[in-house]
T-cell receptor
Framework: GQNIDQPTEMTATEGAIVQINCTYQ??????LFWYQQHAGEAPTFLSY????GLEEKGRFSSFLSRSKGYSYLLLKELQMKDSASYLC??????????????FGQGTTLQVKP | DTAVSQTPKYLVTQMGNDKSIKCEQN?????MYWYKQDSKKFLKIMFS???????INETVPNRFSPKSPDKAHLNLHINSLELGDSAVYFC???????????FGPGTRLTVT
């Protein structure tokens, strides 16, 4: 089966850097996704990692280590609007043709002034 | 010009009723999904259709029946609603040349 673990809540200060970790167990890995979800809104895509290493996209970066079953999302120069839930999701090889994603519980990030 | 749209946005109904939620995408995607997000914010896949064919059917009570009249539409009908069905239901879609899923705005279902 699959298991995805991420912290439930985090707090950080405006302008700072925060790292949200995600660990996963899957029988055959085929991609890890990060989504952002503001309260009362739909999840929106942030990043996709399938190979080891760091993917940078503006203030957001996502890292993957397949051997460790580990990913993190790094948010730099935090802004108040970054307060949201961040969802880690994994796709395994059996689901590659269906696109089925297994989501973690999400990490609620609160950015304080 | 909304990419993935759902109706209604809010649905309040009583136990035992039957209700439907509709989803439409104008992205030309082939695959559509229904997710359920409970009060603990877990987002769980329920169903998926690819070109009107059911490809994912998770362990969901058979009171839930999806229907895809064409590849741009995926509806969800729920019979004999129960209190535990209260949640936010999200529709999503993805295409053959894209890996991310695009989510609709969600339908907040409250069963009283």
């Amino acid at each position: 089966g699959q298991n995805i673990d991420q912290p439930t809540e985090m707090t950080a200060t405006e302008g700072a850097i925060v790292q949200i970790n995600c660990t996963y167990q899957t029988s055959g890995f085929n991609g890890l996704f990060w989504y952002q979800q503001h309260a009362g809104e739909a999840p929106t895509f942030l990043s996709y990692n399938v190979l080891d290493g760091l993917e940078e996209k503006g203030r957001f970066s996502s890292f993957l280590s397949r051997s460790k079953g580990y990913s993190y999302l790094l948010l730099k120069e935090l802004q108040m609007k970054d307060s949201a839930s961040y969802l880690c999701a994994v796709r395994d090889r059996r689901s590659s043709n269906t696109g089925k994603l297994i989501f973690g519980q999400g990490t609620t990030l609160q950015v304080k002034p | 010009d909304t990419a993935v749209s759902q109706t209604p946005k809010y649905l309040v109904t009583q136990m035992g009723n039957d209700k439907s939620i509709k989803c439409e995408q104008n992205l030309g995607h082939d695959t559509m999904y229904w997710y359920k997000q409970d009060s603990k914010k877990f987002l769980k896949i329920m169903f998926s259709y690819n070109n009107k064919e059911l490809i994912i059917n998770e362990t969901v009570p058979n009171r839930f029946s999806p229907k895809s009249p064409d590849k741009a539409h995926l509806n969800l009908h729920i019979n004999s609603l129960e209190l535990g069905d209260s949640a936010v239901y999200f529709c999503a879609s993805t295409g053959q040349t894209t890996y991310e899923q695009y989510f609709g705005p969600g339908t907040r279902l409250t069963v009283t």
